[in-house]
């Protein structure tokens, strides 16, 4: 069916009003809201109703409208409408919480409204001095069931939690509609019996504990100024947009659209990820970029910490921090969207519980250590190999804790939240992800995947000898690579003075340290980098130990004293000098230049083919595609040169236009559902409609093209698309079938 209607709509206040009436039933209404921006504000209808509104239809003034449905349905009413600031604010509200299936939703804040910004600030105040008074007046009442009823409303607000960012519109009501209807709930029944004053001197407490984390042994002006250097060096090296190694690209765009990437899945990063890159600061790939540097620059705070405790020197853990700061290993990861400097920041932050939690003997820390730790498999799994020396230590500390009732129930509830995590897998494969690297449909594939099955066979590959002749060996050449030889020696001497002053601290990170190394050198992987900053770490913290004794055995030197600060800065500074030019990404440009030229330029449900071995630029046009032009619907076939290309465009775009309604709306504008038998591509001359719509802008990304191609009958068109940034012109190959 084709509406057409004739006033223009005015912006930010015009909603297209659309009813359609039940020929067989006149009491059942179908209604849609949209706005000038193609979006749907309000709706009664169901997902099988499709409709095609073109983006900025009303504003452009442009009078078509097609709506695909079941028969039976006829037009009741086609208008538009003004809707005023108050309760255009609110639909903008209502449009955010609903969400979509990219994951995302729309940013409240943007909302010009602020009429509806204050209709919803005075509701919210209403209910949060009504709700406690209803509540205060429902204990006062002779009714037994409350209790009970307490501790109902907290399982159930378990339940639709992990719904709550990743909403199904599938659902009729709304994961954030049940949870805030359960708040209010919990608010009305557990408000007037929870001790507030005893919460307010707790809260007190850890506030004055927090702002003392800057311990006796060491100077706020130290904390402060390596937070300000380190910041500084990843900030003058960072990826300035996509770019990188194909992983760094996906983790670019996972966050963006929650989808499933590699083993293990990696749900606590894709999560914080989706978090971080809501800033309002450039691109989308930058902001994945800047959460590794906010991580890498956290985990360097715990470090300095947490050496400092072990080595009794804030000089000393000074010196180490740089060092770890300034290795290249970790500087790489720093400067790009990867998952390894929330690891590092993991590793220091349940090191750091620990440390304290001896030093004080205060269960608090070691219950923070179960929490932590637990949530840190959401995000690396290779934090399984420092589950040795973690227990070990804890028995060696104080091993009947273990045994108290309430500490198996943290550790217990502890592992369930870490198991947990992976349910996000779970849901975003129901959901229907835009990404979904790996087959997630059921609990034995969600097994597979937590436990990486693809990489299983790179697990340990080698023999003892080779491991002896081999893989030692070049772990000691990459951390001296990587690194610098002189944290590895004094590395080696804090071992020794921890050996002989602190045997817990001393077996605690011997054996984190054997864990780590242990994995790393049966794992055969081209590229250490990442894997080797929990060594970097350890070691690091190791070397403070060695700077601590050295420092402190120069001191009663009066002329010497200085000369191990003076030679440990220098070091630092050669070090960072060396490694500037190796890791600096701040000029990576190209790539994204090219590809946003191209992108800019092509029309809609265009079809790209690139290289199927081409890793990197496979995850670059999907980093476009899913990321940065969405409304573009391009689609991507990767060909693989030994295969016939044809069969793979009917293979893939088949997929494609299954799974996405808006490609399949454009290619099969007539049909409510997927036709059963799609034209087979191969035979694309015969089928006008196909040809017209799939082959009428096809791009080339091959690195021969005209080889690779050479046996279609198709003629290549060199086409040059400027970059809208600096204006450079790139070169793309359009076919022609």
Not at 22 to 37: A, E, H, S
Not at 294 to 314: E, P, Q, T, Y
Not at 334 to 345: C, K, P, W
């Amino acid at each position: 069916m084709e509406f057409e209607w004739d006033k223009k709509g005015e912006e930010g206040r015009s909603v297209l009003e659309i009813e359609l009436g039940d020929t067989k039933n006149p009491g059942k209404v179908l209604r849609w809201d949209i706005n000038g921006r193609g979006a749907i504000l309000a709706t009664t209808h169901k997902k099988r109703y499709v409709t095609t509104f073109p983006t900025s239809l009303l504003l452009q003034g442009k009078n078509q409208f097609r709506l695909s449905s079941e028969k039976g349905w006829t037009l009741r009413r086609l208008r538009i409408k003004n809707v005023y600031g108050y309760s255009k604010g609110l639909l903008d509200i209502v449009a955010a919480l609903k969400g979509n299936r990219y994951g995302d939703i729309r940013s409240i804040r943007n909302s010009p409204f602020a009429a509806g910004w204050a209709v919803i600030f005075f509701i919210l105040s209403l209910a949060g001095l009504g709700l406690p008074g209803l509540g205060r007046w429902a204990v006062t009442r002779p009714n037994k069931w409350l209790e009970p009823f307490r501790w109902l409303i907290l399982v159930l607000m378990a339940m639709p939690f992990p719904l709550y960012l990743f909403s199904d519109s599938r659902i009729f009501f709304s994961s954030q509609t049940v949870f805030l209807l359960l708040l209010a709930a919990a608010v009305i029944s557990w408000g007037p019996v929870l001790p507030w004053p005893l919460f307010r001197r707790k809260i007190k407490e850890i506030f004055a504990r927090t702002c003392k984390l800057t311990i006796r042994y060491q100077t706020r002006t130290l904390t402060a100024l390596l937070l300000v250097l380190a910041s500084s060096l990843y900030l003058a090296t960072i990826l300035p947009g996509m770019g990188g190694h194909g992983d760094t690209a996906k983790f670019q765009f996972i966050g963006k659209i929650l989808g499933i990437p590699h083993s293990p899945g990696y749900p606590l990063y894709v999560m914080l990820n989706n978090l971080f890159i809501r800033i309002p600061d450039r691109s989308i790939a930058f902001r994945a970029n800047l959460m590794s540097v906010v991580f890498a620059v956290a985990a360097l705070f715990l470090f300095f910490h947490l050496a400092g405790r072990i080595s009794k020197d804030g000089a000393a853990a000074f010196y180490a921090a740089l060092f770890l700061a300034c290795s290249r290993a970790f500087w790489s990861q720093a400067i790009v969207a990867e998952v390894y400097t929330l690891n590092a920041f993991f590793v220091a932050l349940v090191l750091f519980f620990l440390i304290k939690w001896a030093e004080a003997k205060n269960v608090t820390w070691l219950y923070l250590f179960f929490f932590f730790y637990a949530l840190s498999f959401g995000n690396h799994l290779t934090m399984v190999t420092l589950f040795p020396a973690f227990l070990a230590y804890i028995l060696m500390v104080e091993a009947k804790v273990l045994w108290k009732p309430k500490t198996m129930g943290v550790a217990l509830g502890s592992a369930l939240v870490g198991i947990g995590q992976y349910a996000f897998l779970l849901i975003r494969a129901r959901q229907g992800a835009p990404y979904i690297e790996q087959d997630v449909s059921n609990l034995r594939a969600l097994f597979d995947v937590i436990t990486a099955k693809r990489f299983q066979a790179r697990m340990f590959p080698f023999s003892f000898g080779e491991i002896l002749t081999d893989r030692i060996p070049l772990l000691f050449r990459t951390l001296a690579d990587q690194a610098s030889p002189i944290l590895l020696l004094a590395a080696m001497g804090g071992l020794v003075v921890l050996f002989l002053k602190n045997k817990k601290t001393f077996w605690l990170l011997f054996l984190s340290l054997i864990g780590q190394s242990f994995y790393v050198l049966n794992f055969n992987i081209p590229d250490l980098a990442g894997f080797l900053i929990p060594i970097l770490l350890l070691t690091a913290v190791m070397a403070g130990a060695g700077f601590a004794w050295l420092l402190k055995a120069m001191r009663k030197k009066a002329v010497l004293r200085w000369a191990p600060h003076i030679l440990l800065i220098v070091l630092v500074i050669h070090q960072a000098a060396a490694g500037f030019p190796k890791v600096d990404l701040s000029g990576e440009r190209q790539d994204d230049e090219m590809l946003t030229a191209l992108f800019e330029h092509i029309p809609p449900y265009s079809l790209i083919i690139t290289g199927g071995y081409d890793y990197n630029t496979t995850q670059y046009l999907l980093y476009k595609v899913l990321a940065e032009y969405p409304e573009k619907h391009a689609l991507l076939v990767a060909h693989y040169p030994e295969t016939d290309l044809l069969e793979e465009i009917d293979h893939q775009v088949y997929s494609k236009i299954k799974k996405d309604e808006n490609i399949r709306e454009h290619f099969f504008p007539a049909q409510t559902s997927l036709p059963p038998d799609l034209p087979q591509f191969k035979r694309f001359k015969e089928d006008e409609h196909v040809r017209k719509t799939l082959f009428s802008n096809v791009f080339i990304l091959l690195n021969n093209p005209i080889e690779e191609l050479s046996g279609l009958d198709c003629r290549l068109e060199d086409v040059v698309y400027p970059s809208p940034r600096t204006g450079r012109k790139f070169r793309f190959s359009k076919a022609h079938f």
